[in-house]
């Protein structure tokens, strides 16, 4: 499993950092996407990972760290997710306006 | 005693206070605001007298703990020395108000130069009644800033202003070196407390970064004192308002220097590097400044080149580190603070009386303002080092201190002649000021009719010049006491022995002081001839000008060279800067490899792989390429395979026990998606690629660049990540809230009782983001122009219309109507059960996946279904989302919930919890945290359905500003087609 998921936040990495270099708005916009993909579930795993060891305790239970899966990175991410979100709409709006503005998709507002 | 160290404080408070209520009286209340700052200065004063007492006997102390874990604290220590000063700054403070209020023109703001002028006083009072190194440069900076706006006063003139500019840069730049300096003092002592610093000498003056911390402050103190080579600020800060000047080179500012220098006598000086350091500093100035000043032809100038000229002699007598000189320096402080001042104060009254303050064209003006001739006389004798005059004794004990040996070498050799050179160069600059101005024959073409001033304009000059009488005939009744007071400050209890007399018998400083008188007549008569030329500085040294190579060294530093910088390290456009930022991410990621060498794979066994989480990550890693490959030309693919990635990163979090994780990243995938098709409404598609058939090798280098840096990054992180996670997790500050997350957040959803409760705090301040994110886009989107290519209707709908407009039983819009009418009607149907879906994920959010940001985004997934199932018109004809009001009362509700904690004396945030039973629908948890959730909750959807309909409306807009546009070209109204299915249109791009 590890072995897996770390292929898949390279590959997300790679093509996020990928496109973010590119000169298209559009090809930001989606990189950040995938970048954000591969830095959430790289927080994500330095939890380590657990099958069925979902961070929920009994009520009454004084929780026992070696059985759960670690619930403070999931913490972190899970606000990620949402400014993510927020993230991706101011930065989609800039591009429409800037596309309206400047008449290209180039990110510096003019091609070269 | 407590009313004492009230009365302390409310000295160094009450000039701010009056600055403050300055600032806001009306502009021309010229008479109101100078009572204020010269009530202001008669409190102070009068406060300072009271104080008397505790400044004889030693030292009295207030002391507020600020930052005590670093040392800090706001500390008021008033001992002799700084109550001479204190006494200084406000006597001379409430003379100069005085003085300003005759002297300012009734059409200057005047409220607020003694706004500036009150501030600048508490700043320079701060300075000498701190009882603290770091709030020593506190005020210290203060006054230069306060010193800057009082010297660019007049702002619409450009010498003001250079000159403003000029005294904050290099005074500035001083006290960066101070702080550095002190802080490095505050190291070696151990404590920033002056108390404990002035009585670790020896411990300083033995370790090794005494001398770096000695050079620094001396920096510090030069630059503000106006010493060789940093003195040329002081001649063009005299741009400023004469009252401003009279100020800065009497009581304030310049003497700051000095003032830091006695202050630190006891804890720096005694040794061969502070006699080598600042000797030749105070020598060369003194001698320096005595001999510019005489060629001087602005009476302003003179004046300033012969302050330089008493602060290097001051500065020189510190130098020497024998106590008597201490004593000596303290003494002339003093007398030349009551002889400057006054001088200052006539030179202004010349100038406010003739209109002109150039030696050239004054000349004999002693018959038409008799009375100040002859104050200005007498300060001037005082300046010269006349008998019976303050300014003779301690010139006088000048001349001594330099005829002693202190280090027996060359130097200390030369000083008596130096000494007496200087006397003699003083001599006859001071015979300029008053025969140049008072004498010879009367004057011509003057811009105004020279006469008297008013009366109270020249009360502070018969003030300080009765001062130096006094003070010069009978010194030990009247200076004597203070005197002392001060000197044990500086150099301990045991004071050398002096004798403040006006006759010591013939000794060899009464010699030197002849010489200097006679020599200064002959100086005089001689060089008059040259000076009638007319010609504007000292001979030789003309060429010399200080503030040429000032400005040649800024116009090079903070031009050219930042210039260059700009050019070579600077760009504007985003990809380099982007790549560097990469590269740079990548590199401090690398470096723990390079420098420790590379890591194994750590001992945890791993989890065992399962082939369907390898096939769905199979696919995670096909699309996320296949996204890479798309995004330039095929947008709407790259949003579907982005798509698919985002679910395979749900169904990770799903498999690897984050519920709350999916949830959330479920939902926020569909309102992505939804937000980017919105987006690509207004975004034109791209034709053909930039470069034809061949791409140039430049762009496909960089092409290459790029994909092995994303390479290297991409398979950085997956080793880093395969290396931590093959790594037992060490015990972090999880323990903590897997332990508590029940039995004291009252929930048993770990996850969010971390985010409603532990680390609430953070979440907080997410969902201000949040709003802030939403309220910009809603801000940017209101002034919106899309690209000129999408403002038309989009070709799927043309072809659409066209077709219900051919056939006859059809009415232009009914094809999308029709082809919406199932999915619409679902999505209408859908809408209670997610509403109700909604609520069931926050209810259960403290104990079982969901919470507030699932919810909130449901709740908005639902509003927004309805705006695509039937249309922006539809959806709010009947239903009403204020999504501002939501984010408020949402944000509103969390902090509010935060501020309840404080009603029963907990800190913010502090939640409470119980679980309560109710018929129906069982038990409920009832924290507080779930009213913060709930904030939260209503906060996301209303950022959510804000942005979402933002971006929605402009269909509308543009809807409506083509319906306007043809009406306005026809004037037959053309059938309005629905602009309901607008929205439907949204993925066509």
Known sequence: MELVLAAGIGVLAASGVWLVLRPRTYQLIIGLALLSYAVNLFIFAMGRLRVDAAPILRPGEVGDPAAFADPLPQALVLTAIVIGFAMTALYLVVLLASRGLTGTDHVDGRDE | MPTSTHLLLLVLVLPFGGSLAAAFLPTHARTAAALMAGLVGL???????????????????????????????????????????????????????????????????????????????????????????????????????????????????????????????????????????????????????????????????????????????LLGAFTKSAQVPFHFWLPNAMTAPTPVSAYLHSATMVKAGVFLL??????????????????????????????????????????????????????????????????????????????????????????????????????????????????????????????????????????????????????????????????????????????????????????????????????????????????????????????????RAVVGPSLPYYSLAVWHGFTLALAMSIVAVVGGIFLYVLLRDYLDTGMEGPPLLRRLRGQRIFEKVLV?????????????????????????????????????????????????????????????????IVCSIAAAYTAKFHRLAALVLIGIAGLVTCV????????????????????????????????PQRQEPVYGEGTPLKVRLRRAADFVLALLVGGGMATLSYLVMTRPLPDSVSRFFVERAYTEGGGTNIVNVILVDFRAFDTQGEIAVLCIVALTVFALLRRFRPAAETVERPRQQKLQNAYDAAAPERQVGDTMADYMFVPGLIMHWMFPVVVVLA??????????????????????????????????????????????????????TALATGAGAWAFGAPFLTSHHQYVYLPLVGKVPAATALLFDLGVFALVVGATVLILIALAHQSLRRARVREEAAREESAAPAPLPPVAADLQTVGEA
């Open chain 2, 43 to 217: 409190a102070g004063t009068i406060a300072v007298v009271l104080l008397y007492p505790h400044a004889a006997e030693g030292a009295l102390r207030l002391k507020v703990e600020w930052l005590p874990s670093l040392g800090l604290t706001f500390s008021l220590r008033l001992d002799g020395l700084s109550w001479l000063f204190a006494g200084l700054v406000y006597g001379i403070g409430m003379l100069v108000a005085l003085y300003a209020r005759y002297y300012m023109s009734e059409e200057d703001p005047v409220p607020r130069f003694f706004s500036f002028l009150l501030a600048f006083m508490g700043a320079m009072a701060g300075v000498v009644l701190s009882g603290n190194l770091i709030q020593i440069v506190f005020f210290w900076e203060l006054t230069s800033l306060f010193s800057f706006l009082l010297i660019g006063y007049w702002h619409q003139n450009a010498a003001a202003r250079d000159g403003a500019r000029m005294a904050l840069t290099v005074t500035g730049t001083g006290g960066l070196c101070l702080f550095v300096g002190v802080v490095l003092l505050g190291h070696i002592v151990g404590s920033y407390d002056l108390d404990v610093v002035l009585t670790s000498g020896a411990l300083i003056a033995a370790h090794p970064l005494y001398g770096p911390a000695l050079a620094l402050i």
């Open chain 2, 262 to 487: 006695m202050r630190l006598w006891p804890a720096l000086a005694g040794t061969d590097v502070w006699f080598y350091a600042v000797v030749p500093v105070g020598l060369a100035t003194l001698v320096f400044g005595a001999f510019a000043a005489i060629f001087q032809q602005d009476l302003k100038g003179l004046l300033a080149y012969s302050t330089i000229s008493h602060l290097g002699l001051i500065t020189l007598l510190l130098g020497l580190g024998s106590p008597l000189a201490a004593v000596a320096a303290i003494f002339h402080t003093i007398n030349h603070a009551t002889f400057k001042a006054s001088l200052f104060m006539a030179a202004g009254i010349i100038d406010h009386e003739t209109g002109t303050r150039d030696l050239r064209r004054l000349s004999g003006l002693y018959p038409f303002m008799p009375v100040t001739a002859r104050l200005a006389m007498v300060a001037a004798a005082a300046m010269a080092g006349v008998p019976l005059l303050n300014g003779f004794l301690s010139k006088e004990m000048f001349f001594a201190e330099t005829a002693e040996n202190h280090t027996g070498s060359l130097l200390d050799d030369s000083l008596p002649y130096f000494a007496t050179i200087a006397g003699v160069f003083s001599v006859a600059y001071s015979l300029r000021f008053i025969l140049g101005a008072f004498f010879g024959p009367p004057p011509k073409d003057l811009p105004r009719t020279p006469h008297e001033p008013p009366h109270w304009m020249r009360f502070p000059i018969e003030v300080l010049v009765l001062i130096c009488i006094v003070v010069g005939v009978v010194p030990s009744w009247t200076v004597g006491p203070v005197l002392a007071d001060a000197a």
């Open chain 2, 556 to 620: 090079t530093v903070s031009w050219r060279w930042a210039r260059a910088l700009e050019r070579w390290f600077g760009s504007r456009r985003l990809q380099p800067q982007l790549r560097v930022l990469v590269a740079v991410t990548l590199l401090a990621g690398a470096l723990p490899f390079l420098l420790h060498g590379a890591a194994a794979p750590g001992p945890q066994a791993g989890t065992p792989l399962d082939p369907a989480f390898a096939a769905v990550w199979a696919v995670g």
């Open chain 2, 652 to 683: 990770t979090f799903v498999w690897l026990s984050a519920p709350d994780l999916a949830v959330t990243q479920l939902l926020v995938e569909i309102v992505t998606t939804v937000l980017l098709l919105l987006g690509l409404r207004w975004l």
């Open chain 2, 839 to 892: 609520v069931y994920l926050f209810m259960r959010g403290h104990d079982l996946p969901g919470g507030g940001f699932a919810a909130g985004v449901t709740l908005s997934i639902a509003f927004v279904m309805q705006y695509i199932a039937a249309g922006t018109r539809w959806v709010e004809d009947h239903l009403r989302v204020l999504p501002l009001r939501w984010m408020g009362l949402g944000l509103l």
